[in-house]
């Protein structure tokens, strides 16, 4: 039966996330030739087509100043006044950090389930099957809607994003919405500056762990990326040894990442750390302990010194790349 499926774009920076237009194909798939409403909040109508073109079917901008900032309070209660006027049957969302952090407010209000980190998703019938890892993604388990509210949110880069199409229109749509009592208010925001690739976007992530030796070690590392395109992470060893930032880090206690390719430079493959990136597609580990842990879950070793390896490879694709 076709269904009206919502589906937050989720911006930052003035962007939209990619992750959002994940969400749309899965609610494609959910939504059975239904509708696909795309829902941007605070001052982001100029990212409507985009969506569109991603495959929404409608945009509703809900409009306030309040919302040009993200807080739970104020998110909460746009997401809930749209959803009170759309009624769909459906809420998909990215399971970013603003996505886990208003999923629950909302299914708590809604009184509804929420299925959370979504890796992929089909329709048997009038269930929706959703998988989610657990365990830390050493095993998966599926959950099954069968009625309710069809509310989840889906891990970045695991279902892909429809292909754009430029010659798609549709309503866009604004509405106003009330915000008030708000808890918290932004007065300014404060960015670390990083490299442009957002971590858990990243499809190709070059990461350090303790063997990398100093903050300075991470420069090759930083020089592999950029030949790549891709993103620095790092282990919570070498957080914790003050060679990279908190913010890097990936594992059970930071960030979880599923890139196309990944590339464990020093890290020696600790359970936690396993956590974070073992369902990366590829898996490369250089470390010059041929025993090491990391290379039990790598599809590619090299036992190797990570200073004369990740040079030799920063050589080779950047002759590539001319
Ligand atoms: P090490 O284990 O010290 O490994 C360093 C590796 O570098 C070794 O294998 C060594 O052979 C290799 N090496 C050294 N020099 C070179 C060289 N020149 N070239 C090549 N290889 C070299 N960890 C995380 O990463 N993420 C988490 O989220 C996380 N959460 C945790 C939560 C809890 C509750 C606990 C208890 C721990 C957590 N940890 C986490 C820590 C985890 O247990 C490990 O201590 C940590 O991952 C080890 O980091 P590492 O692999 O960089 O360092």
Not at 17 to 24: D, G, L, Q, T
Not at 50 to 61: E, F, H, P, T, W
Not at 122 to 144: C, L, Q
Request: aromatic share 6%; glycine share 10%.
């Amino acid at each position: 039966m076709s269904k009206k499926i919502l589906v937050l774009g989720e911006v930052r920076q003035g962007e939209l996330r990619n992750v959002s237009f994940e969400a749309i194909t899965a609610a494609k798939k959910v939504a059975e030739g239904g509708e696909v409403v795309g829902l941007l909040l605070g001052d982001a109508g100029s990212l409507a087509n985009q969506l569109i073109q991603y495959g929404a079917d409608r945009v509703v901008v809900a409009e306030n100043s309040l919302l040009n900032a993200y807080t739970p309070d104020g998110y909460t209660q746009a997401v809930m006044q749209v959803i009170e006027a759309e009624k769909p049957e459906g809420f998909i969302l990215g399971h970013t950090s603003i996505g886990k952090d208003i999923s629950p407010r909302i299914a708590a209000k809604l009184k509804s389930g929420l299925v959370s980190d979504v890796v992929s998703l089909e329709v048997n019938g009038d269930e929706v099957v959703f998988t989610r890892p657990i365990y830390s993604g050493k095993a998966f388990e599926k959950k099954v809607i069968k009625d309710g509210l069809i509310f989840a949110t889906i891990r970045p880069n695991n279902i892909s994003a429809l292909e754009k199409d430029e010659s798609r229109t549709a309503d866009v749509t604004s509405v106003n919405v009330d915000i008030k009592d708000l808890r918290t208010i932004i007065k300014d925001v404060v960015r670390k500056a990083t490299s442009g690739v957002d971590l858990s976007e990243a499809k190709i992530i070059v990461s350090g762990g303790r063997g990398v030796k100093s903050a300075e070690g991470f420069k090759v590392l930083r020089e592999l990326a950029d030949a790549l395109g891709g993103a620095v992470g790092s282990s919570r060893g070498a957080c914790d040894a003050g060679y990279s930032d908190y913010s890097l880090q990936i594992g059970q206690t930071g960030k979880v990442v599923t890139p196309d390719l990944y590339i464990a430079c020093g890290i020696s493959g600790a359970i936690q750390h396993v956590a974070g990136m073992s369902n990366s597609k590829v898996i490369v580990a250089i470390n010059k302990d041929p025993e090491a842990n990391i290379f039990s879950i790598a599809d590619y070793g090299i036992v190797g010194d990570l200073f004369e390896v990740v040079p030799l490879l920063v050589e080779e694709f950047k002759s590539v790349a001319v």
